[in-house]
Structure formats: structure tokens, C-alpha cells
């Protein structure tokens, strides 16, 4: 394992004429996201306590990237931090965006990333992250992910949305249904429909009480952790029509639903209000 490093921004006080400390990525804790945006079906976190520092003391550390994010008008930037640290499971990138102003330096935006990492795209003054991780499902044990998957963060130019960064592409595929196991934390366990999302792409398809059984022409069994349709769904992104078998009152049919994706605001907002009832949780489709 590679010794300890740390990361420290500092800034010139005219007061004290003297530079102080304004970030200290080993102290600093940060909320560090598992995921992009909204909470969904994805178990890709660290077992670290949010909030955290970046770097958690301790920790080997491979390599620290820091780059200018020009995305502000005037030519401001922000910096993108990437500290690909040591974990038990092998190195993995935390990737930061900081905010500084006023002599005062603030982590904006944490995610850690499984496997993946971050580059910045697009021309200065519009500049945005694209981040690459691993995707887990519900139905996924931490050694074997669906897949990976690729999000686009930028900086959020409306005031009332409350954040600093907000995902606005996401090549995970959303249909706008809430599921339930049925019966719960069981390898035979099927998705049935709590609620659909007025909007969505499974709107006027999909009904509350639908099993979702499989998608139709799918062999894939997910991993005898929950309903295999969580592993069937996630081979597909969006704008892909998919065809899924369901159980309706008893009836077998085939309905096919062009999903959108995890980006879309209507799904960010739904999976911000999942809960755990009765023990068993919800997912989103």
C-alpha cells in the first residue's frame, strides 16, 4: 500500500499577510454521494460514514489530479479533484468539484467512483464532467455489477434548484415505475408495482400491482439477490425500446415501453421519496 497523502489548498490572508489553510482533503468531511443524482436500485457506495473526508486518513493513495473546471462566466473556475485511494477491493478514483470564494474553500460535489473515473468536456466557460462507475443493481452483490455506466454534470445555472451540480445526461435507463420484492429478500422474489410516475414512460402502461416477471427474449438470472428484472433492465439505456413480460390480475401479457433516463427530473424527484415499507424497500424501474 502507497503512503498516506494529503491535499491542501491554501490562500493568502491580506490581514495576517500570511497564507492559511483553506481545504485539507484528510480532515475536511464532505458528503460523498453513491450516486449521480437521485437515489435509485444502485449499492455502489463505500462502507466509509458520510460525511467523510476525500481522503480518509490512512488511506494509501495512488495518484491526486487537480484541473481547472472553467465553467463559470468571466472565465471563473472551479477545480476537479480525483484521488484514486486503496481500498480493500483495489484503488478507486473519490472524485470532488470545489468551490472557492470569499477565502473560503468548500467541496460542492463529492461521488465515489467505482472502477471508473472523471474527465472534463466541452470549451471553456461551458466546461462539464463526465464521470464513468460501475452500476450495481439491487439484484448485484458488490462483486459483480451489471455494468458501467456514464453520467454529465454541469454547473446548475437555477438559483431555486438549491444545488451547485446537477446530472443532466445519464445513460441509465428509467421507466417511472416503483417496485417492491414480493416475497421480500428472497432469490425467487418477482418486482411488483407500488406506484408509476404520472409522466414517465410507463405511464398508461404499467399499473400498481403489476408483476414484472422478465424481459421478453432475456436469459439472464441476475445474481440471487433480489428480482432478476433488475439485471435485464440495466442491459438496455435509454431510447432502447424493451418488451417486458408482466402479470396483470393473473393474465400473462407483453408490454413494450421506451425508457428514458435516470437524469430526467421527474425521475430524480421520485427517487429522492423512496422508502422502506414494512421492512421491504422500494426500487425504481
Given at each position: 500500500?502507497?503512503?498516506?497523502?494529503?491535499?491542501?489548498?491554501l490562500a493568502w490572508d491580506a490581514y495576517a499577510k500570511r497564507w492559511t489553510i483553506v481545504y485539507n482533503a484528510t480532515r475536511d468531511p464532505v458528503d460523498m454521494v453513491s450516486q449521480p443524482d437521485a437515489d435509485t436500485s444502485s449499492f455502489d457506495a463505500t462502507d466509509l460514514p458520510s460525511p467523510s473526508p476525500l481522503i480518509p486518513d490512512g488511506l494509501g493513495v495512488d495518484s491526486i489530479s487537480i484541473k481547472p473546471l472553467k465553467n463559470q462566466p468571466g472565465g471563473g473556475a472551479d477545480l476537479l479533484v480525483t484521488a484514486?485511494?486503496?481500498?480493500?477491493?483495489?484503488?478507486?478514483?473519490?472524485?470532488?468539484?470545489?468551490?472557492?470564494?470569499?477565502?473560503?474553500?468548500?467541496?460542492?460535489?463529492?461521488?465515489?467512483?467505482?472502477?471508473?473515473?472523471?474527465?472534463?468536456?466541452?470549451?471553456?466557460?461551458?466546461?462539464?464532467?463526465?464521470?464513468?462507475?460501475?452500476?450495481?443493481?439491487?439484484?448485484?452483490?458488490?462483486?459483480?455489477?451489471?455494468?458501467?455506466?456514464?453520467?454529465?454534470?454541469?454547473?446548475?445555472?437555477?438559483?431555486?434548484?438549491?444545488?451547485?451540480?446537477?446530472?443532466?445526461?445519464?445513460?441509465?435507463?428509467?421507466?417511472?415505475?416503483?417496485?417492491?420484492?414480493?416475497?421480500?429478500?428472497?432469490?425467487?422474489?418477482?418486482?411488483?408495482?407500488?406506484?408509476?410516475?404520472?409522466?414517465?414512460?410507463?405511464?398508461?402502461?404499467?399499473?400498481?400491482?403489476?408483476?414484472?416477471?422478465?424481459?421478453?427474449?432475456?436469459?439472464?438470472?441476475?445474481?440471487?439477490?433480489?428480482?432478476?428484472?433488475?439485471?435485464?433492465?440495466?442491459?438496455?439505456?435509454?431510447?432502447?425500446?424493451?418488451?417486458?413480460?408482466?402479470?396483470?390480475?393473473?393474465?400473462?401479457?407483453?408490454?413494450?415501453?421506451?425508457?428514458?433516463?435516470?437524469?430526467?427530473?421527474?425521475?430524480?424527484?421520485?427517487?429522492?421519496?423512496?422508502?422502506?415499507?414494512?421492512?421491504?424497500?422500494?426500487?425504481?424501474?
Open positions: 500500500m502507497k503512503a498516506s497523502e494529503d491535499l491542501l489548498l484514486t485511494a486503496e481500498y480493500a477491493f483495489g484503488p478507486s478514483p473519490d472524485i470532488a468539484i470545489i468551490h472557492y470564494s470569499a477565502n473560503v474553500a468548500r467541496v460542492v460535489w463529492a461521488f465515489f467512483a467505482r472502477g471508473g473515473g472523471a474527465a472534463i468536456t466541452g470549451p471553456p466557460g461551458h466546461q462539464k464532467v463526465a464521470v464513468t462507475s460501475i452500476w450495481a443493481t439491487a439484484s448485484d452483490p458488490q462483486c459483480c455489477p451489471a455494468r458501467s455506466y456514464r453520467f454529465v454534470l454541469a454547473r446548475s445555472t437555477e438559483p431555486e434548484v438549491g444545488e451547485t451540480y446537477r446530472v443532466t445526461a445519464d445513460d441509465r435507463p428509467w421507466l417511472g415505475a416503483i417496485v417492491t420484492e414480493q416475497p421480500p429478500q428472497s432469490p425467487d422474489s418477482i418486482a411488483v408495482v407500488r406506484t408509476v410516475i404520472p409522466g414517465s414512460p410507463a405511464d398508461g402502461i404499467l399499473q400498481p400491482g403489476d408483476a414484472v416477471i422478465k424481459v421478453s427474449g432475456s436469459a439472464a438470472e441476475g445474481h440471487g439477490a433480489g428480482p432478476a428484472i433488475f439485471d435485464q433492465f440495466a442491459a438496455y439505456k435509454p431510447g432502447q425500446a424493451i418488451r417486458l413480460i408482466i402479470d396483470r390480475d393473473g393474465q400473462f401479457r407483453t408490454v413494450t415501453i421506451t425508457p428514458g433516463s435516470l437524469a430526467n427530473p421527474k425521475a430524480i424527484d421520485a427517487g429522492a421519496d423512496l422508502t422502506a415499507i414494512d421492512s421491504n424497500p422500494e426500487y425504481m424501474l
